[in-house]
């Protein structure tokens, strides 16, 4: 089995925001020269994280109105009280989206469905710098 990972930067606009990063994932996997194995994606850092959705407009406005629901920004969080940066909810909702996300790979390519991207989602309450790592094994 073979293994390569590349890290890879993308800038974020703030909280809530969406990033489609299939391109990169998909050149990734490209340059590691592995035609079939799976490929980990991973946001390094507490308050971003990784999933796939239709990315559209409508449910990139319909996923952080659900995440409001689910961890209020203007609820009480304990970390509120220990560091001062009010992102208590940014933490909450990365722990409950998760920070990785694996896909098949078959032939070079990603097995994703017709309208499934990979995203990365932007938790804090300012914009950022975010370093993915990406790895992929297989033959």
């Excluded at 239709?54 to 629901?69: S, V």
């Excluded at 009280?81 to 722990?95: C, I, K, P």
């Excluded at 097995?111 to 790895?135: F, K, N, P, Y």
Aim: negative net charge.
């Amino acid at each position: 089995m073979s293994v390569y990972q590349e890290e890879v930067d993308v800038r974020t606009g703030g909280e809530g925001d969406i990033l489609d990063i299939t391109d990169l994932v998909e050149d990734v996997v490209r340059k590691s020269g592995i035609r079939d194995g799976v490929v980990h994606v991973f946001a390094i850092g507490s308050t971003a994280a990784i999933s796939t959705m239709e990315y559209e407009p409508g449910l990139k406005r319909d996923l952080p109105e659900a995440l409001e629901r689910i961890a209020p920004k203007n609820a009480e969080y304990k970390h509120h009280l220990r560091w001062g940066d009010y992102n208590g909810h940014s933490h909450v909702r990365a722990t409950i989206l998760g920070p990785s996300l694996s896909v098949p790979v078959r032939d070079g390519r990603l097995i994703l469905g017709t309208w499934q991207q990979i995203i990365l989602i932007e938790l804090d309450v300012r914009a950022r710098s975010r370093r993915i790592m990406v790895t992929v094994m297989g033959e």
